[in-house]
């Protein structure tokens, strides 16, 4: 099994930024690809962000909508990954996830389906 905790989310002003943080916890061997999901209200949970571990050059991927705008990174020591969100749009605006998928699962990384772990969501909200 593995856990999830995310932290982070808050409420902002358009062009404002905020760091999100997730701590992993449990079996290691579980922990694949690692990612950030967003979903808004009466919207399908789309794919933000995404990492594997050691977050290696070409190990990473991002919607186009936060390219640019949006980092992913990982502290292995402290088994953390982070989202830094700059820029933030009233579009930015969802309940944010970070999850985990198996390594033995094979999918685009956007997919949540393939997606085993998840946390339990922190909230963004960016006022115009």
């Known amino acids: 099994q593995v856990q999830l905790v995310e932290s982070g989310g808050g409420s902002v002003q358009t062009g404002g930024s905020l760091r999100l943080s997730c701590v992993v916890s449990?079996?290691?061997?579980?922990?694949?690809?690692m990612g950030w999901f967003r979903q808004a209200p009466e919207k399908e949970r789309e794919g933000v962000a995404a990492i594997f571990p050691g977050g290696a050059s070409g190990s990473i991927a991002y919607a186009d909508s936060v390219k640019g705008r949006f980092t992913i990174s990982q502290d292995s020591a402290k088994n953390t990954m982070y989202l830094q969100m700059n820029s933030l749009s009233p579009e930015d605006t969802a309940m944010y996830y970070c999850a985990v998928r198996p390594p033995w699962l094979h999918s685009a990384w956007f997919n949540p389906e393939p997606y085993k772990y998840w946390g339990q969501g922190t909230q963004v909200t960016v006022s115009s």
């Open positions: 449990g079996d290691t061997n579980n922990v694949g690809l």
